[in-house]
């Protein structure tokens, strides 16, 4: 009924793990994960000034890829990835250690089956944390109604291309001082 989540995790003689996941007024919020070791706050709110945001990049065109890390390489640890395989792949290796990507950069038009949307939907499913993580479409769909489709589709924001290296600085940093202040307002 309040469109949320729970998942229960249970090991024989170690313990159960159960993680309840809601939506907060506005759609978004921050999410604590209990380890036994540790508490791992899935959010941007922790982290010193100088640590740089890992940014994650599916974009399936080589050229494409290579510009768009070397316009992100003084703003973000970058993680690349040419198709929905591959960036489930290295998500999953992530998640394994218990580490998650700050923002993701997709492509829209990806090689099949997947596609920027499927993919965004496959991994805000299958990893419960991404849901709260902002996803960013940079694609060639410029056209009157491109942009809000994507929207509606679940991602956060928006960049057409070419991608101009200014506005997607700032649109990153926008994001997650975005995340910030709504983990700041939900404490």
């Given at each position: 009924?309040?469109?949320?989540?729970?998942?229960?995790?249970?090991?024989?003689g170690k313990g159960t793990l159960?993680?309840?996941y809601l939506q907060a007024v506005g759609g978004e919020t921050k999410v604590e994960i209990a380890?036994?070791?540790?508490k791992k706050l899935v959010s941007l709110d922790q982290r010193e000034d100088d640590e740089k945001i890992k940014i994650?990049?599916?974009?399936?065109?080589?050229?494409?890829?290579?510009?768009?890390?070397k316009m992100l390489d003084n703003v973000g640890i970058n993680s690349l990835a040419e198709d929905g395989d591959e960036s489930?792949?290295?998500?999953?290796?992530?998640?394994k250690k218990g580490e998650f990507f700050d923002v993701m950069l997709?492509?829209?038009?990806l090689p099949a089956p997947w596609d920027g949307i499927k993919l965004m939907h496959e991994i805000k499913s299958?990893?419960?944390?991404?849901?709260?993580?902002?996803?960013?479409?940079?694609?060639?769909?410029?056209?009157?109604g491109d942009k809000e489709r994507l929207l509606e589709a679940g991602f956060d924001?928006?960049?057409?291309?070419?991608?101009?290296?200014?506005?997607?600085?700032?649109?990153?940093?926008?994001?997650?001082?975005?995340?910030k202040r709504i983990n700041n307002e939900s404490n």
């Open positions: 009924l309040m469109k949320g989540d729970i998942d229960i995790e249970s090991s024989k159960v993680k309840i380890e036994k070791e540790s994650f990049i599916v974009e399936d065109d080589r050229m494409n890829r290579l510009v768009l890390k489930l792949r290295i998500i999953e290796e992530a998640y997709f492509d829209i038009n299958k990893w419960k944390e991404y849901k709260y993580i902002p996803f960013i479409a940079q694609t060639a769909y410029a056209m009157k924001n928006y960049l057409p291309k070419p991608v101009n290296k200014k506005e997607l600085i700032n649109m990153l940093f926008n994001q997650i001082e975005s995340q």
